[in-house]
């Protein structure tokens, strides 16, 4: 009988249409990981180097912390009741009807615009190799490439991703090795200055050369607060888990097991590579203009790392478009449930493949690149402001989710599917299997830094657009809430 049943679970067997629990926690894993690394990591590193200095690494671990409880707040319900487009889904059930409205519409509209610019930029690292080939057919090509994966079963697009994650990490790992082979047998390096994790301390100012917050002559703001801005932003992805866990095989395992290690992977693949870059690269010499993982190989003489690099971003571009179709789908299918969107959107082909869902997210993010190559400065000006300060109202709402989320099953009204069913109070709270810690006040601590980041972005004239942006966008939101339900 068992085995009859795990056959009814795959990918490949016609059976009643339902989402396929085809994720394994190998899958989950990867995926987890993967989610944290990216071309933030790989070149956006640059920037916030630029703007605390070696200090960066306490951004990072600072705003390691706050993504970690924001992913242990999700998790926790994801573990109790594990559902496809989980935010908009919690939101819906034990918020409102509008709060899953608006975090569905805003969590799929935040990465349709993150897949934009992942396949508008995807030809340039193609062209690297081959500068005849147009970069529009680079991202219809990719486009269809993994919109193809996407519609094979929830267990390929766990594979894709769980291999673009292999090479990452393998990448990262390779660089943190190499640094620390120039520390420890004294490699001498392009600048001169000897690789040492001394260097943190003696060069360019020390460990805090801009303070926690100082003017620069331009008028620019730096230091490690302003840093805390580009540090959230590059976490972004790690969210993903949540989505996940109503495909997930055992998810009271795997989920926990794979936001725990996110503290982990953040002090290994942000800390860790970024403090050994530091030690071997002056941080003042880090200027942006090539990737810090390039210019650390460079430094010893080893100049094939561009090429290699080169590749490693390309295939971190396609997992986060992979990742993307892969949430936009399923948040489709959650709002159709939900009679948050068309009824179409819900519905299911015998593989368990949300079809509607991905062609529809597939074809306005290609309508989305063309904008790009048509209007790139309003594109990168406008239309990614928004993306920015969506993640901070995706945060946002996935703490006040769990509050409420709390409230209703400290009040008895767990789904009736769960373990919690028919237990109210302490005893209900109690028997949360993942919870999330301290959580009578780290959901307050963790809104009040996200709040603090949004203030840190009014400092910053590029991400001053994306406040404002993010205002207008939630009014249009609200109004297209009102708009939907005054026509039922």
């Not at 449930?337 to 015998?350: C, D, I, T």
């Amino acid at each position: 009988m068992a085995s009859e049943n795990k056959k009814h679970e795959t990918d490949d067997v016609p059976v009643p249409a339902t989402l396929r629990k085809s994720l394994k926690n190998r899958h989950i894993q990867l995926i987890a990981l993967g989610g944290a690394i990216g071309t933030g990591l790989f070149y956006g590193s640059s920037e916030s180097i630029a703007l605390a200095g070696p200090s960066i690494l306490l951004a990072y671990l600072i705003g390691g912390l706050a993504i970690f409880m924001i992913v242990r707040a999700l998790s926790e319900m994801s573990v109790e009741d594990p559902k496809a487009g989980a935010f908009s889904y919690y939101a819906t059930r034990y918020w409102s009807k509008r709060a899953g409205f608006i975090s569905g519409w805003n969590y799929w509209f935040n990465y349709i615009l993150v897949s934009m610019v992942e396949l508008a930029v995807v030809g340039s690292f193609v062209n690297y190799w081959f500068p005849a080939i147009p970069t529009w057919v680079s991202a219809a090509v990719f486009l269809v490439v993994i919109c193809a994966a996407n519609l094979l079963g929830v267990s390929k697009f766990g594979e894709f991703e769980f291999w673009f994650a292999i090479i990452k990490i393998v990448a990262v790992i390779a660089m943190i090795l190499g640094g620390l082979a120039v520390i420890v047998f004294s490699l001498p390096t392009e600048s001169g200055v000897k690789a040492s994790f001394a260097n943190w301390f003696t060069v360019g100012g020390g460990f805090f050369p801009n303070g926690l917050m100082a003017q620069a002559k331009d008028g620019s703001w730096t230091g490690l607060l302003m840093a805390l801005v580009v540090v959230m932003f590059s976490f972004g992805g790690t969210e993903l888990i949540g989505i996940t866990a109503g495909e997930t095989e055992d998810p009271k395992t795997t989920i926990p097991r794979a936001t725990n290690d996110i503290i982990w992977r953040i002090l290994v693949f942000y800390i860790g590579a970024l403090g050994v870059i530091m030690a071997v690269v002056p941080w003042n010499t880090i200027d942006g203009k090539s990737s810090p993982f390039v210019q650390i190989f460079d430094s010893v003489g080893v100049h094939a790392a561009a090429g290699i690099l080169n590749f490693v971003c390309l295939t971190a571009v396609m997992s986060v478009y992979n990742s993307g179709l892969y949430a936009n789908s399923r948040m489709l299918y959650s709002l159709a449930k939900q009679g948050n969107a068309p009824a179409y959107l819900g519905k299911l082909n015998r593989h368990g493949v949300p079809v509607a869902g991905v062609l529809t997210s597939a074809v306005i993010t290609a309508l989305a690149v063309v904008v790009v190559f048509v209007w790139p400065e309003f594109a990168f000006n406008y239309l990614m402001s928004i993306a920015t300060i969506a993640g901070i109202i995706n945060w946002t709402m996935i703490m006040f989710t769990e509050m409420k989320f709390r409230r209703v099953v400290a009040a008895g009204g767990a789904p009736a599917d769960t373990e919690l069913a028919g237990k109210s109070g302490q005893e209900a709270l109690d028997a949360i299997h993942f919870k999330l810690p301290f959580a009578r006040v780290t959901p307050w601590v963790v809104l009040a830094f996200l709040a603090l980041v949004v203030v840190l972005m009014c400092f910053s004239a590029s991400y001053r657009v994306a406040v404002i942006a993010g205002v207008i966008w939630l009014v249009i939101l609200f109004v297209a809430y009102q708009v939907t339900q005054a026509r039922k």
